[in-house]
């Protein structure tokens, strides 16, 4: 059976990259697993309302997913490119290893926020089969407003190689995304409901569905 680790920068970041995939293994009784690796606190400058909002936010976001566990690691956010990377990693690696996920998501390695680059160089560190042979399969998946948002020149773009229909989850994953009130406002802001489902209807019509996501597939194992 498939057990899905996603690992997300920030909370929000799963649920549009990956919502959908989510809510189809929730459908098919497979486990994922959220792990969010910045998180907000009041030593960082965060009001007390917004860090009690945001527990909130997460707790329901975890219940609507039917997540097996949030893995939290808690590291200030914009602020991950001056942690050192092997304390990451190691974070990620004790999650990894007691999990023993089969699918990895991580975010697109170019995204416009730095926290996503560092995320997945740590990610891709802890996806090696002969240290974690789990994993069969690790995939990038793309974040509004900072997938879109890669201008680098020398940037390959996110170019991606694997479809997935998400015609029967794309309403529920658009519910969720909203349980983030601060997170998403009105078109043409790129974390809209607009254009959730723009991208969306794009993503199926490279692949012949109604509504798709989209990824790329980094590494794939498969057993004999």
Not at 13 to 42: F, N, Q
Not at 43 to 61: C, H, L, P, T, Y
Not at 149 to 162: E, K, L, Q, T
Request: glycine share 8%; proline share 6%; aromatic share 8%.
């Amino acid at each position: 059976m498939k057990k899905h680790l996603v690992i997300a920068p920030h909370p929000d970041d799963e649920t549009l990259g990956c919502g959908g995939i989510m809510l189809r293994a929730r459908a098919a009784g497979e486990p994922v697993y959220w792990m969010i690796v910045t998180g907000i606190s009041e030593a960082a400058g965060f009001s007390a309302d917004r860090v009690a909002k945001r527990e909130r936010e997460i707790s329901a976001v975890a219940e609507a997913y039917g997540v097996a566990e949030t893995i939290r690691i808690d590291l200030p956010p914009s602020t991950l490119d001056h942690v050192p990377l092997g304390d990451i990693i190691g974070a990620m690696a004790k999650a990894v290893s007691r999990i023993q996920p089969t699918d990895i998501y991580l975010p697109y390695r170019s995204d416009a926020h730095s926290d996503h680059g560092v995320v997945f160089d740590a990610g891709s560190a802890v996806s090696k089969w002969f240290r974690y042979g789990s994993i069969m399969r690790v995939y990038s998946y793309e974040t509004q407003s900072e997938t879109d948002f890669d201008i680098a020149p020398d940037s390959p773009g996110f170019r991606p190689n694997v479809f997935v229909d998400i015609s029967a989850q794309l309403e529920e994953k658009i519910r969720i995304a909203h349980l983030f009130e601060g997170e998403f406002a009105e078109h043409p802001f790129p974390r809209s409901e607009r254009a959730m489902r723009a991208l969306a209807t794009l993503r199926g019509t490279a692949s012949g569905f109604d509504a798709a996501e989209a990824f790329m597939l980094l590494r794939e194992r498969m057993a004999s």
